[in-house]
């Protein structure tokens, strides 16, 4: 085996957590998962237009957090993770149309919503711990 001095050798940069192990990364894949389950009722002719956006907005926001753990600078996941906060936000806005249009529930809707808020508060969290 050959031994490299210290001074000759490459230094590999931090890597984020494998992103299983980020809380704000089970939240968000918690909601993606249950809004996938509450929009399988939504009406046929949403399929197309609430349905897939909801879906498609919270998948992002696990997605993002994948994406982002994967980078290879602080900085650059700190981006991918304001991407995830817009499309939690995108989520909620989704939600509580979809409760106001008539298509959920009171009661998905509070459980969802709540689900939300709790994926943006440890998305939050985990953008402010990461340096600048």
């Not at 696990?62 to 700190?78: D, M, P, Q, W, Y």
């Not at 981006?79 to 409760?99: K, N, P, Q, T, W």
């Not at 008539?102 to 998305?123: I, V």
Request: glycine fraction near 4%.
């Amino acid at each position: 085996m050959v031994r490299v001095p210290a001074s000759r050798r490459v230094r590999l940069p931090r890597m984020a957590p494998p992103y299983e192990e980020l809380h704000a990364w089970r939240e968000c894949h918690e909601l993606a998962l249950a809004v996938y389950r509450a929009t399988k009722h939504f009406p046929t002719e949403e399929q197309y237009g609430l349905t897939s956006q909801t879906r498609r907005a919270a998948f992002s926001a696990a997605v993002n957090i994948v994406e982002g753990s994967a980078r290879r600078s602080k900085k650059e996941f700190r981006r991918f993770l304001d991407i995830a906060l817009s499309s939690l936000a995108e989520v909620g806005y989704a939600l509580r149309f979809c409760r106001e249009a008539g298509l959920l529930a009171d009661a998905d809707w509070a459980a969802l919503n709540d689900r939300q808020n709790r994926a943006r508060f440890l998305t939050w969290k985990l953008y402010c711990a990461l340096p600048r």
